[in-house]
């Protein structure tokens, strides 16, 4: 009975990766369609954000059945417990992400001259994504906290990006409506991302509960 509860895990483990891993492709499909322009790339960020739909749906399934078959023991229990917290902040993950992609395609937005802070914001929420996952599948209560810190470096870029845009409107140059919307697009992504990363955060404290950490720990 152990064996097959075992191989339950290892089975929502890797439906946690997976699911983790779509989020990451979903963000940088729409981050490389804001900076590059590709409309075909929007289009897949918003079809892997309905993968991670589908993924959800299929974890919550499997977690339920452990709960219903295996009467889990304490840990068990509380690994259970941690990956339907999970999956309901990677699922937003990957909404956050295809919200960025639908902006696209509705907006006539061009950073690509103005890009750097909202590259980099991206670059460290697919990091955060990454790391947490990993920290739930490996166990690591450290890793997770590490993690969780990186969320101060996404939160300092979206100051930054929050300048540049002070720079664009201060810049002297005559402004119209269409420079107006961009900025306010600018912003909204920016958002968008910094909420990717507190999500990611999210998902480490869940970790840590699956683990029965404490944020004295």
């Given at each position: 009975m152990r064996q097959y509860f075992d191989s339950q895990l290892k089975e929502l483990n890797k439906s946690l990766q997976n699911m983790g891993s779509l989020c990451e492709d979903c963000i940088t499909c729409a981050t490389?369609?804001?900076?590059?322009?590709?409309?075909?790339?929007?289009?897949?960020?918003?079809?892997?954000?309905?993968?991670?739909?589908?993924?959800?749906?299929?974890?919550?399934?499997l977690c339920m059945k452990i709960l219903y078959t295996q009467q889990p023991v304490a840990r068990d229990l509380k690994t259970v417990s941690a990956a339907l917290k999970m999956i309901t902040d990677l699922e937003r993950i990957g909404d956050q992400g295809s919200d960025i992609a639908e902006l696209l395609r509705h907006t006539s937005i061009d950073i690509r001259s103005n890009s750097s802070h909202i590259a980099a914001m991206a670059d460290a929420t697919i990091k955060m994504v990454t790391g947490s996952v990993d920290a739930f599948v490996r166990h690591d209560a450290q890793l997770a906290v590490q993690v969780a810190r990186q969320d101060d470096e996404v939160d300092a870029l979206f100051t930054q990006v929050k300048d540049d845009v002070l720079t664009m409107i201060t810049s002297g140059e005559k402004h119209d409506r269409n420079f107006a919307e961009q900025v306010l697009d600018t912003l909204m992504i920016a958002k968008y991302l910094e909420r990717i990363g507190d999500h990611a955060v999210n998902v480490t404290e869940a970790v840590r509960m699956g683990l029965g950490e404490t944020e004295e720990n």
């Open positions: 490389q369609a804001l900076l590059t322009g590709s409309s075909e790339l929007g289009d897949k960020a918003i079809e892997l954000e309905h993968e991670t739909d589908i993924c959800e749906r299929e974890i919550q399934s």
